[in-house]
Structure formats: structure tokens, C-alpha cells
């Protein structure tokens, strides 16, 4: 339900579907990670998961894996 109700409708386009099909891939530790990451402001996650600003490097990987997932091919980070 998190996932699918941001506030965002960006955000709920790519975590929404992700959850639905890529969750239950994700093993123990990545699902806390998932579980943290949604705490973090949508503005800032989907400049994260499409490449536009550098995500946290504890959440890197994990928006790589969303954004490939749902199709989102990351741009080289501005920093």
C-alpha cells in the first residue's frame, strides 16, 4: 500500500508496480532497505532513481534494481 500511495504520482508509477512484481525477489536485507527507503521524501527518491541527483549510497543498487525493473534507464548523475 506504500508503495502505491506516495503523494507522488511519479513515485507511484514506479514503486506501485514494483511492489507488485519485484518484492517478492527481494530477499530479508533488501526488503528492510525497501522498507527505509520508502521513509524518504518522494522528491528526492525519484531524482534518485532516475539518475538526476546521486542517491544515498545505501540505496543505490536497490533504485538501480526499481528503475531497471519498471524500465527507468538511469542518466549519468549531475551530482
Known amino acids: 500500500m506504500r508503495s ?21 525477489a527481494l530477499d530479508p536485507v533488501a526488503l528492510d532497505l525497501y522498507e ?7 522528491q528526492d527518491l525519484y531524482l ?3 539518475g538526476a541527483k546521486s542517491a544515498p549510497d545505501q ?6 534494481h526499481i528503475g531497471g525493473h519498471v524500465g527507468i ?3 549519468p548523475s549531475a551530482g
Open 59 to 64: 540505496f543505490t543498487a536497490l533504485l538501480t
Open 4 to 24: 502505491w500511495r506516495r503523494g507522488m504520482k511519479e513515485m507511484d508509477l514506479i514503486l506501485g508496480p514494483f511492489s507488485d512484481t519485484g518484492l517478492a
Open 48 to 50: 534518485w532513481v532516475t
Open 36 to 42: 527505509r527507503m520508502l521513509g524518504e521524501n518522494d
Open 73 to 75: 534507464a538511469p542518466r
